[in-house]
């Protein structure tokens, strides 16, 4: 066989990673498997198993996923981040939004019993603080934010309000999310 460069092979993992959420997303968490995995992402077994040893393995790449592509955000405004987090929380009630804070919750729920599972998932839920209060520390620097916002404070505030949304969608599938984008808007309406 031969060798693969590391791009090819980068390429792969992200094919079998986006047809694993693809077999979650219609199969569900306990019911997905290797080889529907397998087939949706056109490819053998023994080629699946190259870039991940068993199905906790892709688990663990699609947290860890999902907490890379939430860090590469980068926003150079107050508006900026507020339309981000609006537009997530907007993508809530989209097709396929429900699905998507589902498989979150699950893939959560599902660590408590996987230490290095549930250290992801801390990582994914808690990682939210820190991601909004470095980007505020960014937009303060640049001088988006009075000296007086106290950036500690309001990551908390946001990063609570936004996690206590996804909450409430995951359990009550038909809730409106976007009754709560006032309470967002207000949010940076203090810092501004």
């Known amino acids: 066989m031969p ?5 090819y092979m980068a390429e792969r993992r992200e094919i079998i990673l986006d047809a694993a959420q693809l077999c979650l997303d219609r199969a569900g968490l306990d019911k997905f498997t290797i080889e529907q ?22 688990l663990l ?24 987090l ?21 893939l959560i729920q599902m660590s408590f019993n996987d230490p290095e599972m549930l250290e992801r998932a801390q990582d994914s839920v808690v990682g939210l603080e820190g991601f909004l209060n470095k980007s505020l520390r960014d937009i303060a620097s640049a001088g988006g934010l ?25 359990v009550k599938p038909d809730l409106d999310t976007t009754r709560y984008i006032d309470c967002i808007k207000e949010e940076f309406d203090r810092l501004r």
């Open 3 to 7: 060798k693969r460069d590391a791009g």
């Open 37 to 58: 995995i397998c087939r949706e992402a056109g490819i053998s077994t023994g080629a699946l198993y190259r870039h991940f040893p068993n199905k906790r393995a892709i």
């Open 61 to 84: 790449g699609l947290l860890d996923r999902s907490t890379d592509m939430r860090d590469s955000i980068v926003v150079k405004s107050l508006r900026e981040l507020e339309d981000v």
């Open 86 to 106: 609006v537009g997530v929380v907007k993508g809530y009630d989209q097709p396929g939004g429900l699905e998507q804070v589902r498989r979150a919750f699950n």
């Open 146 to 170: 009075p000296a007086s916002a106290d950036i500690d404070h309001a990551a908390r505030r946001i990063g609570s309000l936004f996690l206590g949304i996804w909450l409430a969608k995951a």
